[in-house]
Each structure stands twice: as structure tokens, then as C-alpha cells.
């Protein structure tokens, strides 16, 4: 079973950092392609950036140059590394694998990161 556990949230200000990590199990994340997501309130779930099987990283323009996406397989975790935080971060972040496919067909639970102004 497939298992997908996002920490690391919280509320920062504007400017600052934060690292989210997705500690996965029933799946090796050297394995698939891994990714992180967010959603907004009153938004739709939108791409924030993912990590090949080759360790190949793309991101969404909205945080190209201020986020990493990076794992360590020996932990089996994949992280996000954000820096220069803004207001409009603000949002759940979720971890997600495509298992199956070309759809992310496994999904954390969410972790919340807010960004005050």
C-alpha cells in the first residue's frame, strides 16, 4: 500500500523559507516520477514542480527560481525546498507519485503553508 506523508508546514513571512518534506512507504521514489502540488482556497489543485526517474526537475513558472525539488533515496523522501516565500503561496501543498501511467495516481494527505504579508 502506497503511503504518502507530507511535514514541514506552517506559517512563515514573507520572504522566508520553508521545507517540506514527503516521506513515502509501499513506493521507492527513486523509482517514479515524484511531484508536488498545491491548491489555494477557492482554487483548483495546481503543478509546483516534480522530479524524474533520472532526478530531471520542472517546475511552474510561479516558482522557478525560488523552489527545489529534491529527494533522498536512502530516507525514501522527496522534498521541497522554498525560499523567498510570497502571500500568494499560500496554500495546501501535496505529494503525489505516478504509479500507473501518465496520471498522479497517489496522493498525500496536504500539508498547510501560510505566508503573512
Known amino acids: 500500500q502506497v503511503r504518502l506523508v507530507e511535514s514541514g508546514g506552517g506559517l512563515v513571512q514573507a520572504g522566508g523559507p520553508l521545507r517540506l518534506s514527503c516521506a513515502a512507504s509501499?513506493?521507492?521514489?527513486?523509482?517514479?516520477?515524484m511531484g508536488w502540488f498545491r491548491q489555494a482556497p477557492g482554487k483548483e489543485r495546481q503543478f509546483v514542480a516534480r522530479?524524474?526517474?533520472?532526478?530531471?526537475?520542472y517546475y511552474d513558472d510561479s516558482v522557478k527560481g525560488r523552489f527545489t525539488i529534491s529527494r533522498d533515496n536512502a530516507k525514501n523522501t522527496v522534498y521541497l525546498q522554498m525560499n523567498m516565500l510570497q502571500p500568494e503561496d499560500t496554500a495546501i501543498y501535496y505529494c503525489?507519485?505516478?504509479?500507473?501511467?501518465?496520471?498522479?495516481?497517489?496522493w498525500g494527505q496536504g500539508t498547510q503553508v501560510t505566508v503573512s504579508s
Open positions: 522530479i524524474s526517474l533520472l532526478g530531471s526537475t
Open positions: 509501499g513506493v521507492t521514489v527513486s523509482r517514479y516520477p
Open positions: 503525489a507519485a505516478k504509479l500507473v501511467g501518465s496520471t498522479w495516481d497517489n
